[in-house]
């Protein structure tokens, strides 16, 4: 499969994916020689996602042929899928910020949150706070 020729590669076909994904978002941007390097290094090291023939042999592809074959991907695609991770988020977990939408968000912000994580720090943060308070009290006490 396609996914077992990224493993041979020690990647998986997400990362391969996400390579290409990112190589394709800085063609159109003002990292252009960015882009050709990693297109070269993408190349050199098969790191794009490769193809299976009819009989379901692996062969590595070309950047060229890797954009042939997916050509209803857009250079922003990336980009699009960044935007919709936000709104579809804050369905399911909402930020403390409604409508903010940072990839470099952190806690309650974060793109990575999840309603466990949020419950979890919530805890934590109690649990903190259980922590200090009862220190006060022994520090209190010792003092009178």
Known sequence: TADSMAKNRNISLLESEL????????????CRRTAEVLVSELEEYQLLPGRLDWLGDEHPRTYEDVIAAN???????????????????????????????????????SMLRTAKGIVFIVFLLIENYNESFQSFLIIYEKQQ
Not at 74 to 94: M, S, W, Y
């Open 19 to 30: 390579y290409y994904l990112i190589s394709r978002f800085l063609t159109t941007g003002p």
């Open 71 to 109: 050509r209803h991907i857009a250079p922003d695609h990336l980009l699009r899928i960044c935007k919709q991770i936000g709104p579809i988020l804050d369905k399911e977990v909402p930020s403390c910020v409604p409508g903010v939408h940072s990839l470099l968000g952190s806690g309650k912000q």
